[in-house]
């Protein structure tokens, strides 16, 4: 028969099961952190990239607002399928420009305008002018609308926003 030993003296056993112990909380705690870590990281990244997606949009917004600065006389009198027009804006006002403005018309043609990004060149197709939406209440004799694409860049990230945006002409400017 065999004889199993068995040790008597287990005062060690307390230290060695606190250590495992600590090792182990420590491997939680740094996983724990990590995850934290990365969180704080994808909530940053987020946040850049609505704070660069709203800085373009300001852009389009800042174009509607001053549209009689670049529907000018000169922009009218080229033909649409070369109407444009592009620029850079400081946006908060601290001389550094924070967006690229291009606007041109939109049109059937879709051909390039070599001073225009490949956004601002890829517009839906449709015809230059038109007949006012029905809800404008005003004449579809008397009235025409003209449409334009308007493309804001971000500078900062290169982040796009097009809307359209159309104006009412009396029909005799044709």
């Not at 307390?14 to 420590?26: H, K």
């Not at 444009?84 to 400081?90: E, M």
């Amino acid at each position: 028969m065999k004889k199993i030993l068995r040790i008597k003296n287990e005062n060690g056993s307390v230290v060695v099961l606190a250590l495992i112990m600590v090792v182990l909380l420590s491997l939680l705690g740094m996983a724990v952190s990590r995850t934290s870590s990365i969180d704080v990281q994808v909530a940053s990244n987020g946040s850049r990239a609505l704070q660069d997606l709203y800085q373009a949009e300001s852009g389009d917004h800042y174009a509607l607002e001053t549209w009689s600065d670049w529907m000018t006389d000169t922009f009218l009198s080229q033909s649409f399928t070369t109407a444009n027009a592009a620029w850079d804006v400081d946006m908060d006002g601290d001389t550094n420009d924070d967006n690229r403005l291009e606007i041109r018309c939109i049109e059937l043609t879709g051909n390039d305008i070599s001073t225009l990004s490949d956004g601002a060149n890829h517009l839906p197709r449709l015809r230059h002018i038109g007949p006012p939406p029905f809800d404008s209440k005003s004449s579809l004799s008397q009235f025409v609308i003209r449409r334009y694409g308007i493309t804001s860049t971000s500078l900062a990230s290169n982040t796009q926003v097009q809307i359209g945006a159309y104006k009412l002409f009396n029909n005799f400017n044709q």
